[in-house]
Every structure is written in C-alpha cells, then in structure tokens.
C-alpha cells in the first residue's frame, strides 16, 4: 500500500518518508526562476515515487517455524530472565500489578523453585553453547526479577552457585532489579558483591519523588533507608546502578540538580543513573490524578532542559543527564532501523522476536518478555520454546498492526510492541495516544533537523560513540548496552 509523506508544517523546507529521511524541499526556499520550480517539483514527485513503495506498508509475509528456528540460531537467546518471586515488599503507586492497571496480573505470592530455574539454565546454556558456533564469544546473561526478586535470596544463591559450577567457562554475568530494601541484609549484599552481581536499584531522584510513589507494604517511605543502605554497604561497589521513574508530578530541574551534585559519575555517592522513564501509560488511570497546572509545569521544564540540550548539541557538547532525559529518544527517531532488531518479521519496527529473551514464571511457563503483565505462554523449561506459539502470536500481532498502523506515514518510527497490548488480542493505543506519538516524532524530527543544520554529523558520531562502546565494553558497561 502506498502511503503519502508527511508535510512537516514546523520544517517549512523539509517533508518526510517512512523511514524518517528528511528530504529538502528548494521549490519553497529563497526565490527562483519558475523553471527552477518546476524542475524541483517534479524532482521530488519523482524522488517520492521512487521512495514510497520500498516503505509501503504490506502485510508481511507470514512467519514460519522454519524462520524462528533460523533466528534463534543465530540472533536469539541474549538473556534468561528468571522471575524468582511474585512476592513484593513494596507497594508502589506506578506498579503495572497496582490497581491503576486493572488489564494486568495483580499481587501474587508465588516462589520459583531450584529445580523450576535449574532446568532454565540448563534450557537457555544449551542454546548458547549451540549459538557459539555462529555469535564467538558469546555473552551469556541471568538476570533475576520480580516481584522483589531478593525476597527469595536463596535462590538466587543456588542459582549463582549453580551455574559458577557447571558453566564456569562461560563467564556468565549476573544482574539482579531490586528495590534495594533487602540489601539490608549484609549477608545478601556481601554475596552480591562477591560474585560480581550488576545491581539495577529502583531510586526515583531527590527524595520527595521517591517516597511519594516508592512505599514500603506497610505504608512507610523508603529513600532514607535505601541512601543508609548505599552508604553502608555500595560506596565503592563498581557494578551498581539506578533506574530513575517520572511522571509530570516530578519537577525535572530539581531532578536534573540533584543526579548533577550527587551521581557517582559526578563524584558524588548515589550509584550511576542509568535510565530515566516516563511511568507507563497504557491501560491505566495513573495519569487522571495530574491537574493541567501540574502538566502545563512538566511540560514547560522539559522544553527549557530540551533547549539546554539542543544549544549544547549544536556547540558539539553534551551533558550525560540530558543524554538519558532527551537524546535518547531521538536517537531512536534518528535512526530506528539501526536501534530495531524485527528481523522483517513485523510490520513496524517496535517488536522483539518472543523468546529473543527467555522469561521464565515461577511455575515454569517462559514469557514473551518481563514487560508484558498478562498470561500469554510460548512454552515452558521442559519443552523449550514452543515455535508454532510464537509464531502464531507474531502473525496475529501483524495481523492487528496492520489494520491499526497500515496508513501511518510514521508507523517505521514506532515503537509499539507487546508490552502496549491490554489483552492478547487488543493493542492498548488509543487514538490520542497514535497523535502524542505522531506529534512527538515530529518534533523529534524538527530537533534533529535543528541541530544537523549547524552541527552536521552530530547524531552519527552519537552513535558511531556507542557502537564504540560496544565493541569495547568493559563488564561495568555492559548493563549500560543493554539498557540504550
């Protein structure tokens, strides 16, 4: 099907393809003779003629086992996740299993047990130790999940313990996302510490935004207890890290001072921030408490650090907090194709392949990933990955993108996946949502467009930057990778 560009009305001289190439448009620029008007127009119906069909949106091709089993052979497999507990100490206001997201799983209490996670790893190794002979030096992953995954310590241990026995060859590397309250326990933290573990520490910034949305069970507040924690027990641990939550309650500037005069990397004690996220917004009422001041103050403040960061850009400059708040994402609209791994599998860019991770429930059943909050199998750890499932789900995701993003002139740019799905047969986008997100790429677009116009190659030496780390990645940058 073949689709219009898009008119940028905010870049008067460029529209857009598909793909997010920004084509100049001369006929509209300075004055001309009207043969060099004519010439250009027909220059850029031609040029879109010639564009447009290789980026219609057709439905894809349907996929076979045959296709997964090639995938996986050579691409799948980068983690095993292992969701140890559905328990949880906290009770935390943003939670998909909070009340605000009725569509997901709520609270549960069970436990995965040794023998449950034993034949995980065993799963998972087998297929790396087989994607050894295609990907050399293969990385392997665990990483342990919850819940609170520390409430069930013990298992984590066994697996540790486990795996340093029977795969001690393959420098697997350990990562663990945790509130951090168990950490209390100096024999949980020394354990951690010993074997090298990467700590991913839930930490919402200065400490009103924290305690307001980070509660214990009980109702109490948590920052002081967490900072007691890193000071006693992480000062000079290496492989620890935050993952910082926002939402337009929090006042970005005051946000933005205090990883400045406190993060690790600034010389100061809080474990380097690693990502910032806006809390999730699909099938929730989260967002309906926030009056329009609180909104209209949010947004403001984003513009006046969005700003910052685009005066810095220009000057070949950059500050590591406006990287994770803005760049980020408009590296992804810069260049989606590079930062998407579909593989042709789907009609837009946004998906993963179902089991590309391996995300194992506590009875056994493996996920399509950690981020998807309903029961939708692919198989389980004594069948492995059930093909003809996960094909199956990739069809009918194709299936319902198609009639829902088939006329989206921006659709390659989105990134809609699994995780925006309320049920397994309804994606959760609204059509406000599709606008926000049409509304946003474009801007995107005008701000790199803004910045390349005086500082040509500034988003390709980005990311060449980050192809660098890759190459050369240390263990401490590992998770960093991962988490871009």
């Not at 984003?302 to 400059?317: G, H, N, R, V, W």
């Not at 692919?378 to 006329?407: P, Q, T």
Request: charged share 25%; with cysteine.
């Amino acid at each position: 099907m073949k689709k219009e560009a898009v008119v940028l009305n905010s870049l008067p001289y460029y529209f857009l393809d598909d793909y997010g190439i920004l084509i100049e448009d001369l006929e509209i620029k300075g004055e001309a003779s009207e043969a060099y008007i004519e010439y250009n127009r027909r220059y850029l119906e031609n040029l879109n003629n010639e564009l447009l069909p290789f980026y219609a949106k057709e439905m894809p091709d349907v996929v076979n086992e045959e296709k997964l089993e090639n995938y996986y052979r050579a691409q799948g497999f980068t983690e095993l996740i292992l969701k140890v507990t559905e328990k949880c100490n906290f009770r935390c206001k943003y939670c998909v299993y909070s009340d605000y997201y009725p569509y997901t799983t709520s609270y549960g209490s069970a436990d995965m047990t040794f023998e449950t996670a034993k034949k995980a790893i065993d799963l998972y190794m087998k297929q790396v130790e087989r994607q050894r002979y295609f990907v050399l030096n293969k990385i392997p992953f665990i990483a342990f999940y919850g819940g609170e995954p520390l409430l069930n310590f013990e298992l984590v241990k066994d697996v540790i313990e486990y795996v340093k026995t029977q795969y001690g060859d393959y420098n697997v590397i350990f990562t663990v996302t945790t509130n951090g309250l168990p950490l209390e326990d100096q024999q949980i933290a020394n354990f951690l510490k010993k074997h090298n573990v990467i700590i991913c520490l839930s930490l919402d910034g200065y400490p009103e935004n924290h305690d307001r949305n980070r509660i214990r069970a009980d109702g109490r507040p948590s920052y002081d207890t967490i900072l007691s924690i890193i000071h006693k027990s992480f000062l000079d641990y290496p492989l620890i890290y935050t993952l910082c939550c926002i939402d337009y309650r929090t006042d970005l500037f005051k946000l933005y001072d205090f990883y400045n005069n406190n993060d690790r990397i600034n010389g100061g004690n809080i474990p380097h921030l690693l990502r910032i996220s806006r809390i999730f917004d699909i099938g929730t009422n989260y967002y309906d408490q926030f009056t329009l001041e609180e909104r209209t103050a949010y947004i403001k403040s984003f513009k006046e650090l969005e700003k910052k960061y685009i005066e810095l850009a220009i000057s070949d400059k950059s500050d590591w907090f406006l990287d994770l708040l803005i760049g980020q994402e408009i590296l992804r609209v810069y260049d989606r194709l590079r930062f998407a791994k579909n593989q042709g599998f789907y009609l837009i860019n946004g998906c993963c392949i179902p089991g590309e991770k391996i995300f194992v429930q506590p009875n056994g059943l493996i996920g399509i990933c950690e981020k998807v909050c309903f029961d939708l199998s692919i198989g389980d750890v004594d069948s492995g990955i059930n093909l003809k499932s996960v094909a199956e789900i990739i069809n009918k995701m194709n299936k319902l993108l198609y009639f829902s993003c088939k006329e989206c002139s921006l659709s390659s740019l989105c990134s809609i996946c699994y995780a925006y799905m309320l049920t397994p047969d309804k994606i959760g986008v609204s059509e406000n949502e599709c606008c926000n997100r049409r509304s946003s790429f474009i801007h995107s677009l005008s701000v790199i467009q803004k910045i390349e116009s005086e500082n040509k190659g500034f988003f390709e030496r980005k990311i060449s930057e980050i192809i660098r780390k890759n190459k050369e990645a240390q263990l401490s940058q590992l998770l960093d990778i991962l988490l871009r």
